[in-house]
């Protein structure tokens, strides 16, 4: 294990030290006087789900999001995979691991959650993909010079004769040794800097003179002996220091002795302080750092360069590979937005790709035949209401929900056939629900929209008048109690259903989205998104959170809801009442909630509201 360390002589952290080393290497290399050539390997399927894998479905999306907001990739620009053939998966694992994989129970130890045999094809079919993805990275940094990245793969835990943590194949064994076969004899450096142990790869490649397997990781996975290997186990905790020290340290007198044609990076972000299945504290720069070390050292000496995900658990793993490679293509650190904005640019992306006809079909392929809707008014018995929000066909939701991964973020958790419902004859409004394994089993969504002209003066809105998500399979931890009216615990999927209203907006040109929220508790957990409309309403909400500052919010919502919380003027009760919210959309709906006026406003009626908490809340009347 290697220790912290700083320059002989000097203050200059680790971190510095290796700035300046960069810095220097940038300095002679070649590719400082151009950016490298950067194509990207990846298919839509690539979203699909692993269930009980803390993986984020949609980490490969968001990270291609970003990069073409920014203007440094187009579609076009990105390479479609095709899956490994079989008998390149036989290059890496044996004929009889590979029969056993046609046993459910065999995908349930590798993942380490219950596979049922319906999914067992989907999930071999998914890492068979990403296998071919590395296979076409490797192909692509061959043939160019430079890099070559896979949006997926780096199972490098899989062995010859097992798969497991998450990994059924290694797509590194089976790309390096696809090209033996082919007759490349060049030397393969795999720089793996994912937080686990490199394992599988190592053993493949034991007796191997010509492949170095080089990993830092948090504990050692199995036998470290090979002839060409490093392989350090840091353990628990580490810190930018130690990591970025070590790795300076160590991986640069590897490349200069060991002088390899071809450099595997298994870019791992699971490394991150906060990752769900981490033990180390790397900060974002911390990462950034390291792969510029190891881009640099590759391109600077002109060696072709494959990047692989590798880990990242959770849904802000995307954001290092993001910056990591926003860098490689601008030559500059540019910083991802979060996960709401993030969200938004996703579905207005989509959106601008689908065909406008698609949501407004009834069939998935119009024929420009007379349709349902043609037909008012003209046939008895044909419903008064076709269209959702007058505009959408059923085809048309759910394509939307399909195509923004709405229904993969559901699969992801559990839910494996959701499928939609609409009830368009609502007096109160059109019903749109979400129900896994047909109408009446499990309801996991349900919203009551309509179009109004009346909620907001001379503005057109989408009222919510009612939204539930709901996960029916799972129950409160003792430590979150339900909320005032919940049944069951959240589905986490708020930022993706609020994205899918905003783009409706926009594509109905309405200028906002407007709620009623029924409890204070709605207010706080949609605050992220929606602004009261009304200047009076959000001072007594900023008044009412530093009243209940420092509570669990199921107490203070029912301090609110039970008149526990009082105005120390008045000496009365202060009542929630109807506050509306809105999300705008258009500019004039934003200065209108956001504006200077608005937020004076704010300003002098707070400055006049002081709540206390009563005695049913802990406090003192």
């Not at 692993?50 to 620009?77: K, Q, S």
């Not at 353990?235 to 002795?257: H, N, S």
């Not at 200028?511 to 998104?529: E, N, Q, T």
Request: glycine letters at 8%.
């Amino acid at each position: 294990m290697f220790s912290p360390w700083r320059a002989p002589g000097s203050g200059a952290s680790l971190v510095q030290r290796g700035v300046r080393l960069v810095r220097r290497q940038v300095r002679r290399a070649a590719f400082a006087l151009r950016p490298p050539r950067v194509r990207f390997v990846y298919d839509p399927a690539y979203d699909r789900h692993l269930w009980g894998v803390p993986l984020d479905p949609l980490r490969a999306d968001r990270i291609l999001a970003f990069l073409t907001e920014e203007g440094l990739i187009t579609h076009e620009e990105i390479s479609t995979p095709r899956p490994a053939a079989m008998k390149n998966l036989l290059l890496a694992h044996t004929p009889e691991y590979v029969e056993t994989l046609q046993r459910a129970s065999t995908l349930t130890s590798i993942l380490g959650t219950p596979v049922a045999e319906e999914e067992r094809e989907a999930i071999l079919d998914l890492q068979r993909l990403m296998v071919g993805g590395t296979i076409q990275a490797t192909r692509i940094a061959l043939a160019s010079g430079n890099v070559g990245i896979n949006l997926g793969g780096g199972f490098h835990h899989a062995a010859a004769d097992r798969g497991m943590g998450f990994c059924v194949f290694n797509d590194v064994v089976v790309a390096i040794r696809r090209l033996r076969q082919r007759g490349w004899q060049g030397r393969v450096l795999v720089v793996d800097l994912d937080l686990h142990d490199g394992n599988g790869t190592r053993a493949a490649f034991s007796g191997d003179a010509t492949v170095h397997t080089y990993s830092i990781h948090n504990d050692h996975w199995g036998e470290t002996a090979a002839v060409e290997s490093t392989s350090i186990a840091l353990g628990a905790g580490v810190a930018d220091e130690a990591y970025l020290g070590t790795l300076l340290k160590t991986l640069p007198p590897v490349v200069e002795r060991f002088s390899p044609n071809l450099i595997i990076y298994i870019a791992g972000c699971d490394v991150a302080a906060g990752d769900a299945l981490g033990n180390w504290r790397i900060t974002a720069d911390g990462i950034l750092a390291r792969d510029r070390l190891v881009a640099e050292m590759a391109l600077g000496r002109r060696i072709p360069l494959v990047v692989l995900l590798g880990g990242g658990y959770g849904d802000e793993a995307w954001r290092h590979s993001a910056r990591f490679f926003a860098w490689l293509l601008a030559g500059r650190a540019i910083e991802p937005p979060d996960n709401e904005e993030l969200t938004l640019l996703r579905f207005r992306q989509i959106k601008a790709r689908l065909d406008p006809l698609a949501l407004t079909s009834t069939t998935a392929d119009s024929d420009w035949g007379l349709t349902e809707e043609d037909l008012v008014g003209i046939l008895p018995g044909v419903p008064r209401q076709t269209r959702f929000l007058n505009y959408y066909s059923r085809v048309g939701v759910e394509l939307m929900l399909e195509r923004f991964g709405i229904f993969n973020l559901l699969r992801a958790r559990g839910f494996s056939s959701p499928s939609l419902q609409l009830e368009l004859d609502h007096p109160l409004g059109q019903t749109l629900r979400v129900w896994n394994g047909g109408v009446g089993a499990e309801l996991l969504l349900e919203v009551r929209l309509n179009r109004s002209v009346r909620a907001v003066p001379e503005m057109e809105v989408l009222v919510v008048e009612w939204l539930l998500l709901q996960n029916p399979r799972a129950s409160f931890p003792a430590h979150r109690p339900p909320l005032p009216g919940q049944q069951h615990p959240g589905l986490g999927i708020l930022t993706e259903i609020f994205g899918w209203l905003v783009v409706m907006c926009e594509s109905l040109s309405l200028d906002g989205i407007f709620v009623h929220p029924s409890h204070y508790h709605i207010a706080v957990l949609s605050r992220k998104h929606l602004r009261f409309l009304h200047p009076a309403h959000e001072a007594l909400f900023r008044a009412l959170t530093v009243a209940l500052a420092g509570m669990p919010l199921a107490i203070a919502s029912r301090a609110v809801d039970t008149l526990a919380v009082w105005d120390r003027d008045t000496d009365q009760p202060v009542r929630w009442g109807v506050h509306p919210m809105v999300l705008p959309v258009s500019e004039r709906l934003r200065q209108l909630v956001e504006g200077e006026d608005y937020l004076a406003a704010v300003e002098a009626a707070v400055r006049h509201l002081e709540y206390r908490p009563g005695k049913a809340t802990g406090g003192v009347h």
